[in-house]
C-alpha cells in the first residue's frame, strides 16, 4: 500500500513514540512541524486513512492513536493500558471476543461493536510502586 507524504509522516511519528498519542501531541512533535504539517485537520486526515489501513488503531479511552504492532488482524485488536505510564500493549482479543459474542447470543442481544480496552499496572510501573 502506498502511503501519501502526509500519512507517512504520521505513522512514522507515532511508530517512534512508542505509546499512544493525541493527534495534538502528534502536531507538537517537532520533526512533524519540520517536514511540513502544521494543522490538526491534516493531522486528522492522515490518522483516518491509516486507521482505515489497519496501520494504526484509535485507543477510545485515551481519544489518542497508536501505532499498530502486528502484521494483520484475523480479529479486531485489544488493548491493555497502564493507567500511570499509558503504556499500551496490543493483544488478540479472539477468545474475549467470542465469549461475549456466546453471551450476547444467549439473551438475544445483536453486538454491532464491540472495543476491547483494560487497564491497569505494567510491569515497569508496579515495580516502582
Known sequence: MKLTKNQTIVNDALKDA???????????????????LKAPLTIYRALEKLIREGLVHRIESLNAFVACRHEAHVDPPAFMICTTCKRTIEFS?????????????????????????VTGLCEGCRGAV
Open 18 to 36: 512508542g505509546r499512544p498519542l493525541t493527534a495534538y501531541q502528534i502536531l507538537d512533535i517537532d520533526e512533524v512541524r519540520e517536514r511540513g
Open 93 to 117: 482479543s479472539k477468545s474475549v471476543r467470542r465469549a461475549l459474542s456466546r453471551q450476547a447470543a444467549e439473551r438475544d442481544f445483536k453486538i454491532d461493536n464491540m472495543h476491547l480496552e
